[in-house]
C-alpha cells in the first residue's frame, strides 16, 4: 500500500519537516498511521485539522488558565517569546473573530472576555495604537513641545491643520498652497532707499509683494554719500578681525553687492540684533514690559490679512488661477488674465491689485520705466475702489510709494505715504517711513517734526531714536545727539543697526572727546558695517587692497605722478591766479567737518565729470589731467584745489568709499604747522611732492602755520578695480 502513493501525496510527505520530541525521537509533523490510506488522508486533510485542534486548544487552553489561576502569566508570555510559539500570532489571521477587545488577536484578555470575567472594552472609533500611546503620554508630547523652538510652532500647526483637512479639501485648495509663496519681485533700489520693514502680510489665500526695505535711508539726501546707480556684484562679507590698533585691512566686506534674492523671500522681519549687555543684567518690569509688547506684536504679525471683499471671494478661482501664472513666473500670461478680469469686474479691488503686481514684475523683468509707471498707477487705482478691504488698500499704497521711491519721485512718495499716515494714524511704522521719505528729499524739518511726533506717543520707539539723533547730528547738536543715536542702536530694532548710525555716533563721541567712540566703531565693524575700526566707509567693494598709505609705484599710477611733480609749478601759478583774481570760486567746505577755521576749495572734475567752466580759470591744468583717465573718469572721486588757512582743524572723519585712492600735491607749504594723520601716522605735505594715501581710513588734519596751506587733490580708481566695475559703479 505504501509503494501505492501517488507523486502528490509522496511529495507532501517529503515536504513535511521533522520535529523532534522530548525523548529525543524525530517524527513528521501531522504523521499518519501505519495506513496508505491514512497517511494520504492526513495529508490532505492536515492543514485544516491543524487549524481547527489549534483553535480549540488555544481557547480551552485559556478558559483552564483563567478559570483555575494556575499560570504565571508574564512567565508564560516571556517563555512563549523566549521559544517563539506564541499561539496568537501564529493564529491572529484565524482567531479575528474570537477578538474581543479591539485589539487585532487573540489572547488571556480576549478569554477573559469570553468567560464574562471581564467587560469588553473596544477602542473610539478612529483611535490607533500610535493615538492611544500618545495620549498614555501628555507630559512627555509637552515637554518635547516645549523643548522644540518657537519658531517651528507655526509650521507644525499647519502641517497638522493640512493632514486633518486632506481628505476634504476643496478643488480650489491647490491655489491656497501656491498662493503661500512669497513674491520674487526685487530691486536693489529700493534696499538702499527704503525705511525699515514693516510687518510681513500673510495670507492664506494669496501673500502681497512686501520687498524687504532698506536699512539706507538716506540715499536722495543732501548729506547722502551715494543716490543711484548700478551695484556692482560681490562676494558676500567676511568678518575681519583686525585689531583697534592695526591700519592695514583687507576690506572682506561691501555694501554695494547686491543682496541675495533670499532676503526679498522672507516674509519675516529681520532677526532684532541683541543689545549690548552689561556685565550684571538684571530683568526689570520694564524688559517683562517690553517682551510681553513683542509678543503681541508678533501676534498681530501673524494675523492674516483680509485681500478679498465679498465679491472678490466670487471670483476668487479666476483670480487664483491668474496668480499661479504670476508666481510661476509667466508674466505675460498673467498679465492676460489679470486683464482680462478687470475688464469683466471693474470693480474687483483684486483683480487691479494682480494687475499691478505683474506689471511690476514685468517692468523689473524687462527694466522698463514705462511698465514701472503702470503698475504704479494701477496700485492707486486699486486702493482708490470702493470696496477695497483695508490690508489690501495698504499693501497696494505701501508697494506704490516704494516704486515711486524707485523711480526717484520722492515727492509722488510722500504724498502717498502722507494718504496712508491719514488713513492708518495708529500705525507707528508708517509715521517713521513717512520721516524717512522727507530725509529722502532732504527736508529735515519736516523729518524731525514726525520723528518728534514718534517720540511723544512712543518714547522707547528705538527707529525713530535713531534718526531724530542723525537729525540732530546733522544740525551739529552734537550733545544733544548722542542719546538718541546710542539708545536707538541698543534697542535692537529693525532698522536701527545701519553702518551711518553707528558711524554718527561715533564721530558725535569723538568731537566731544569721549573715547566710546572707538567702542562703537568696533561694533560696527563687529555688525559687518565697517572694513575694520580704522577703515569705516560705507560704500565699498569687497576684497579690494587696503592700507592707509602707498607709494606711486603700489598704485601703478607712476606716470601720472610724474606729471604732477614735473608739472607742479604751472599747477600753482594758475591756482595762485584763481586766487588773486576770483577767490570767490573757493567754496567753503560744507560737509561740517571742521571744528574751527578756515577751508575752501575749488573743484575742476567731481564725479567723472568737468565742473562747468572751472578749467577756463586753470587750462594747462585740465589740459595736463585729460590725459590720465584714471583720473578725470573717477566717479567716486574729485579733482580739486584746497586751501586753508591757519588755524584750522579737520575732526577726524574717514571718506564714502573704498574705490578711489586720494593724492595731494604740495603747492604752497608753510615749513611748520600743517600735518595730516591717517590711521596711526602723521605727515606733512613738501611743495612739488605727492602724498598718496586710502581716504576711507580714519584722517585728520591740523593747520598751525602762520600762513595758508595750498594743496592740489586728484583722485584716482583704486587700481584693482576691474574695467567693468569702474563703468558700473555708481558715482559718489
Given at each position: 500500500?505504501?509503494?501505492?502513493?501517488?507523486?502528490?501525496?509522496?511529495?507532501?510527505?517529503?515536504?513535511?519537516?521533522?520535529?523532534?520530541?522530548?525523548?529525543?525521537?524525530?517524527?513528521?509533523?501531522?504523521?499518519?498511521?501505519?495506513?496508505?490510506?491514512?497517511?494520504?488522508?492526513?495529508?490532505?486533510?492536515?492543514?485544516?485539522?491543524?487549524?481547527?485542534?489549534?483553535?480549540?486548544?488555544?481557547?480551552?487552553?485559556?478558559?483552564?488558565?483563567?478559570?483555575?489561576?494556575?499560570?504565571?502569566?508574564?512567565?508564560?508570555?516571556?517563555?512563549?517569546?523566549?521559544?517563539?510559539?506564541?499561539?496568537?500570532?501564529?493564529?491572529?489571521?484565524?482567531?479575528?473573530?474570537?477578538?474581543?477587545?479591539?485589539?487585532?488577536?487573540?489572547?488571556?484578555?480576549?478569554?477573559?472576555?469570553?468567560?464574562?470575567?471581564?467587560?469588553?472594552?473596544?477602542?473610539?472609533?478612529?483611535?490607533?495604537?500610535?493615538?492611544?500611546?500618545?495620549?498614555?503620554?501628555?507630559?512627555?508630547?509637552t515637554n518635547q513641545q516645549a523643548a522644540e523652538p518657537q519658531g517651528a510652532e507655526p509650521t507644525r500647526a499647519t502641517s497638522t491643520s493640512a493632514s486633518a483637512s486632506g481628505t476634504e479639501s476643496s478643488p480650489s485648495s491647490g491655489h491656497d498652497d501656491d498662493d503661500d509663496e512669497v513674491s520674487r519681485s526685487y530691486d536693489v533700489e529700493s534696499e538702499i532707499q527704503a525705511a525699515v520693514p514693516l510687518p510681513p502680510l500673510v495670507e492664506e489665500d494669496f501673500v502681497p509683494d512686501d520687498p524687504r526695505d532698506s536699512l539706507h535711508p538716506y540715499e536722495d539726501q543732501a548729506e547722502t554719500i551715494d543716490t543711484t546707480g548700478v551695484l556692482?556684484?560681490?562676494?558676500?562679507?567676511?568678518?575681519?578681525?583686525?585689531?583697534?590698533?592695526?591700519?592695514?585691512?583687507?576690506?572682506?566686506?561691501?555694501?554695494?553687492?547686491?543682496?541675495?534674492?533670499?532676503?526679498?523671500?522672507?516674509?519675516?522681519?529681520?532677526?532684532?540684533?541683541?543689545?549690548?549687555?552689561?556685565?550684571?543684567?538684571?530683568?526689570?518690569?520694564?524688559?517683562?514690559?517690553?517682551?510681553?509688547?513683542?509678543?503681541?506684536?508678533?501676534?498681530?504679525?501673524?494675523?492674516?490679512?483680509?485681500?478679498?471683499?465679498?465679491?472678490?471671494?466670487?471670483?476668487?478661482?479666476?483670480?487664483?488661477?491668474?496668480?499661479?501664472?504670476?508666481?510661476k513666473g509667466k508674466l505675460e500670461e498673467a498679465l492676460r488674465a489679470f486683464e482680462t478680469l478687470v475688464l469683466q469686474h471693474p470693480q474687483s479691488p483684486r483683480a487691479l491689485y494682480g494687475r499691478a503686481q505683474t506689471e511690476d514684475d514685468l517692468a523689473e523683468k524687462q527694466r522698463s520705466n514705462d511698465m514701472l509707471q503702470k503698475a504704479i498707477n494701477s496700485y492707486r487705482d486699486a486702493a482708490e475702489l470702493p470696496d477695497v478691504t483695508s490690508d489690501l488698500l495698504r499693501a497696494a499704497l505701501k508697494r506704490r510709494a516704494e516704486r515711486q521711491q524707485f523711480l526717484g519721485r520722492m515727492r509722488g512718495s510722500l504724498a502717498t505715504l502722507e494718504k496712508m499716515v491719514q488713513i492708518f494714524p495708529e500705525d507707528i511704522g508708517l509715521k517713521n517711513e513717512l520721516g524717512v521719505a522727507h530725509l529722502l528729499l532732504g527736508d529735515n524739518k519736516g523729518a524731525r517734526k514726525v520723528f518728534e511726533e514718534v517720540l511723544e506717543v512712543a518714547p522707547i520707539n528705538g527707529f525713530a531714536k535713531v534718526h531724530y539723533g542723525f537729525i540732530l547730528k546733522s544740525e551739529n547738536k552734537i550733545e544733544e545727539s548722542i542719546p538718541y543715536l546710542q539708545e536707538g542702536l541698543e534697542s535692537g530694532e529693525p532698522g536701527t543697526d545701519d553702518g551711518r548710525f553707528y558711524f554718527h555716533l561715533g564721530d558725535a563721541l569723538q568731537r566731544v572727546g569721549d573715547d566710546k567712540a572707538y567702542h562703537w566703531y568696533e561694533l560696527g565693524h563687529q555688525r559687518g558695517h565697517f572694513a575694520s575700526v580704522?577703515?569705516?566707509?560705507?560704500?565699498?567693494?569687497?576684497?579690494?587692497?587696503?592700507?592707509?598709505?602707498?607709494?606711486?609705484?603700489?598704485?601703478?599710477?607712476?606716470?601720472?605722478?610724474?606729471?604732477?611733480?614735473?608739472?607742479?609749478?604751472?599747477?600753482?601759478?594758475?591756482?595762485?591766479?584763481?586766487?588773486?583774481?576770483?577767490?570767490?570760486?573757493?567754496?567753503?567746505?560744507?560737509?561740517?567737518?571742521?571744528?574751527?577755521?578756515?577751508?575752501?576749495?575749488?573743484?575742476?572734475?567731481?564725479?567723472?565729470?568737468?565742473?562747468?567752466?572751472?578749467?577756463?580759470?586753470?587750462?594747462?591744468?585740465?589740459?595736463?589731467?585729460?590725459?590720465?583717465?584714471?583720473?578725470?573718469?573717477?566717479?567716486?572721486?574729485?579733482?580739486?584745489?584746497?586751501?586753508?588757512?591757519?588755524?584750522?582743524?579737520?575732526?577726524?572723519?574717514?571718506?564714502?568709499?573704498?574705490?578711489?585712492?586720494?593724492?595731494?600735491?604740495?603747492?604752497?607749504?608753510?615749513?611748520?604747522?600743517?600735518?595730516?594723520?591717517?590711521?596711526?601716522?602723521?605727515?606733512?605735505?613738501?611743495?612739488?611732492?605727492?602724498?598718496?594715501?586710502?581716504?576711507?581710513?580714519?584722517?585728520?588734519?591740523?593747520?598751525?602755520?602762520?600762513?595758508?596751506?595750498?594743496?592740489?587733490?586728484?583722485?584716482?580708481?583704486h587700481p584693482e578695480l576691474t574695467a567693468h566695475q569702474r563703468q558700473n559703479l555708481s558715482p559718489i
Open positions: 500500500m505504501a509503494q501505492k502513493k501517488t507523486p502528490k501525496a509522496h511529495h507532501r510527505k517529503e515536504g513535511k519537516t521533522p520535529v523532534e520530541s522530548k525523548n529525543g525521537k524525530r517524527t513528521e509533523r501531522g504523521g499518519g498511521g501505519d495506513g496508505g490510506e491514512g497517511g494520504a488522508g492526513g495529508a490532505k486533510y492536515s492543514m485544516f485539522t491543524w487549524f481547527v485542534v489549534l483553535a480549540l486548544l488555544g481557547v480551552w487552553s485559556s478558559v483552564a488558565v483563567v478559570y483555575f489561576d494556575i499560570v504565571d502569566y508574564d512567565s508564560v508570555i516571556a517563555r512563549a517569546k523566549e521559544f517563539r510559539m506564541n499561539f496568537s500570532e501564529v493564529l491572529q489571521g484565524k482567531l479575528t473573530a474570537y477578538d474581543a477587545d479591539g485589539d487585532g488577536d487573540f489572547d488571556v484578555e480576549d478569554a477573559k472576555v469570553l468567560l464574562g470575567l471581564k467587560a469588553a472594552e473596544r477602542p473610539q472609533v478612529g483611535d490607533s495604537p500610535e493615538e492611544t500611546e500618545t495620549s498614555k503620554r501628555p507630559a512627555e508630547t556692482v556684484e560681490e562676494r558676500p562679507p567676511e568678518e575681519s578681525h583686525a585689531d583697534s590698533g592695526q591700519h592695514l585691512t583687507s576690506s572682506k566686506f561691501t555694501q554695494e553687492s547686491e543682496p541675495v534674492v533670499e532676503a526679498e523671500n522672507h516674509q519675516s522681519e529681520p532677526p532684532v540684533e541683541p543689545e549690548p549687555q552689561s556685565d550684571t543684567p538684571k530683568e526689570t518690569e520694564g524688559t517683562t514690559g517690553k517682551r510681553a509688547e513683542e509678543k503681541l506684536k508678533e501676534t498681530a504679525k501673524k494675523k492674516k490679512p483680509k485681500l478679498l471683499n465679498k465679491f472678490d471671494k466670487t471670483i476668487k478661482a479666476e483670480i487664483d488661477s491668474a496668480e499661479k501664472l504670476r508666481k580704522w577703515q569705516r566707509s560705507l560704500y565699498n567693494v569687497d576684497g579690494l587692497k587696503a592700507q592707509p598709505w602707498w607709494t606711486s609705484r603700489e598704485t601703478g599710477y607712476s606716470d601720472l605722478v610724474r606729471a604732477l611733480e614735473r608739472n607742479w609749478k604751472t599747477i600753482r601759478e594758475e591756482a595762485l591766479n584763481v586766487m588773486d583774481h576770483n577767490m570767490g570760486s573757493f567754496v567753503p567746505e560744507e560737509e561740517n567737518l571742521r571744528e574751527k577755521g578756515e577751508w575752501g576749495q575749488y573743484t575742476l572734475w567731481q564725479q567723472g565729470k568737468k565742473v562747468g567752466n572751472a578749467c577756463q580759470n586753470v587750462p594747462k591744468t585740465c589740459s595736463l589731467l585729460e590725459r590720465f583717465t584714471e583720473a578725470t573718469g573717477c566717479k567716486r572721486g574729485q579733482i580739486k584745489f584746497s586751501v586753508m588757512q591757519p588755524g584750522t582743524h579737520v575732526w577726524p572723519h574717514t571718506g564714502p568709499t573704498n574705490c578711489r585712492l586720494r593724492m595731494h600735491l604740495g603747492l604752497v607749504v608753510p615749513k611748520h604747522g600743517c600735518k595730516i594723520r591717517c590711521t596711526d601716522q602723521t605727515r606733512e605735505w613738501e611743495e612739488g611732492k605727492v602724498l598718496i594715501f586710502d581716504d576711507s581710513f580714519e584722517h585728520e588734519v591740523w593747520q598751525d602755520a602762520d600762513s595758508y596751506r595750498l594743496i592740489f587733490i586728484v583722485d584716482v580708481w
